[in-house]
């Protein structure tokens, strides 16, 4: 029983480059998105998709981009890495009573 | 806007010990759910336990138990007979029951269980 599958769960970039965390679910839920989590500040939506084909802003929207070509994947990508985007990322796909299915979490940093 | 609040950063308890986590939160929704997740040291977010606004009963799952306090808006966590494993941040979640609203989380509670 896969649920969420996230990778990679570390990686280091410098200033400038790109990169795309990928994001596979098994469970056909519609919605999913992309978190990311800082000490003291919870978890914030940076973008989410209630299904193929839409996506939306979340709270910290910049510097991310995403698409959903399918109801199973829901890539995010790093159009050029900061270091303020240090930080680990959580994906989710969200159940029957809107309760989230987290992937494993990847650790990014930015030097 | 819905707004979830932990006021204890940190805490600790003897292993066997009762512990009690504390949430708050503020929306003028009526029909919402909440939640409680733990995040180990090894970064997994886990569903710890969900409470349906609706209900009137407390949510159970065999050592954890909530009391909801819809009037007051308060949803705390109480971990009976702790356990060495149950070391963790401890994330309280919010969501109202509509729509495609975002799930809303509290700052979190780093609670370690102390041998």
């Known amino acids: 029983n896969a649920g969420v599958t996230q990778t990679p769960k570390f990686q280091v970039l410098k200033t400038g480059q790109s990169m795309t965390l990928q994001c596979a679910q098994d469970?056909?839920?519609?919605?999913m998105s992309w978190y990311r989590q800082d000490p003291g500040m919870g978890l914030r939506l940076i973008h989410y998709s209630v299904g193929a084909g839409i996506t939306d802003q979340g709270e910290v929207p910049n510097g991310y981009n995403v698409s959903r070509s399918t109801t199973e994947d829901f890539p995010l990508r790093l159009l050029s890495a900061a270091p303020s985007q240090t930080s680990v990322y959580f994906c989710a796909s969200r159940g029957r009573y809107h309760e989230a299915f987290f992937g494993q979490g990847t650790r990014l940093t930015v030097v | 806007a819905q707004t979830v609040t932990q006021s204890q950063p940190e805490m600790s308890v003897q292993e066997a010990e009762t512990v009690t986590l504390s949430c708050t939160y503020d929306t003028s929704e009526n029909n919402y759910y909440l939640f409680w997740y733990k995040q180990p040291p090894s970064r997994q977010m886990i569903l710890v336990i969900r409470?349906?606004?609706?209900?009137?009963q407390n949510a159970t799952e065999n050592r954890f138990s909530v009391n909801f306090q819809k009037a007051a808006k308060s949803f705390s966590l109480k971990i009976s007979d702790s356990q060495l494993g149950d070391t963790a941040m401890y994330f309280c979640?919010?969501?109202?029951?509509?729509?495609?609203?975002?799930?809303?989380f509290g700052t979190g509670t780093r609670l370690t269980i102390i041998p």
């Open positions: 409470q349906e606004a609706y209900k009137q």
């Open positions: 979640a919010f969501v109202p029951n509509f729509g495609n609203e975002k799930l809303t």
């Open positions: 469970m056909n839920h519609e919605y």
